[in-house]
């Protein structure tokens, strides 16, 4: 299975400041296609996943341009910018290049 | 607006079985790929069955392998996760999620909790 390393565990940061979340897999994600299959999601406090960035650096419809994508081959970075309370929360990265589709183990991010 | 409803959570003992429903609506939910996702109170999330829009295909993570089910009712819009032989590490809190092919994961549901004790 594709290992997903995400650091940090815990990310302290000020509101209005920025964040930067990495992730790492065990393996390319280039799919044969060409494509890259690497998608970042927030989890707010009880509630469930949501959407953030799909295939690297695509904003989901309604996410705002504060939070951008980049990233290729074994090597990503999820960047929040101008952060608010509403951005608080565990997030994760997810490759679907490969089965079994496979989660990093999160950062939380929280007010410093 | 896209709507996922799981059921059918609950507290079960070592080797007994439960069957998981979720309800979709706001999409044409004959026309996708749905997903079950599971969480581990205070872990991380961990991907379990795929089933294709018109169920030719199911996928399952070795852990589920053997012991879960995944299907669907597409006159029902409704997809469903049979867990037999049920471990105490099936503990968790289990997601449905609609597949939109490259946005990946793109809806999921609220959750509902599988608790797996004596």
């Known amino acids: 299975d594709v290992v997903m390393t995400q650091t940090p565990v815990s990310l302290p940061v000020s509101l209005g400041g920025q964040a930067s979340i990495s992730c790492r897999s065990s393996q390319s994600l280039v799919h044969s296609n060409g494509n890259t299959y690497l998608h970042w999601y927030l989890q707010k406090p009880g509630q469930s996943p949501q959407l953030l960035i799909y295939r690297v650096s695509n904003r989901f419809s309604g996410v705002p341009d504060r939070f951008s994508g980049s990233g290729s081959g074994t090597d990503f970075t999820l960047k929040i910018s101008r952060v608010e309370p509403e951005d608080l929360g565990d997030y994760y990265c997810l490759q679907s290049t490969h089965f079994p589709f496979t989660f990093g183990s999160g950062t939380k991010l929280e007010i410093k | 607006e896209v709507q996922l409803v799981e059921s059918g959570g609950g507290l079960v003992k070592p080797g007994s079985s439960l069957k998981l429903s979720c309800v979709a609506s706001?999409?044409?939910?004959?026309?996708?790929?749905m997903h079950w996702i599971r969480q581990a109170p205070k872990k991380g999330l961990e991907w379990i069955a795929l089933?294709?829009?018109?169920?030719?295909?199911?996928y399952y993570a070795d852990s589920v392998k053997g012991r879960f089910t995944i299907s669907r009712d597409n006159s029902k819009n409704t997809l469903y996760l049979e867990m037999n032989s049920l471990r105490s590490e099936d503990t968790a809190m289990y997601y449905c999620?609609?597949?939109?092919?490259?946005?990946?994961?793109?809806?999921w549901g609220q959750g509902v909790m599988v608790t797996v004790s004596s």
């Open positions: 999620a609609k597949w939109g092919g490259i946005t990946s994961f793109d809806y």
């Open positions: 706001g999409f044409t939910f004959s026309s996708y790929g």
């Open positions: 089933i294709y829009y018109d169920s030719s295909n199911k």
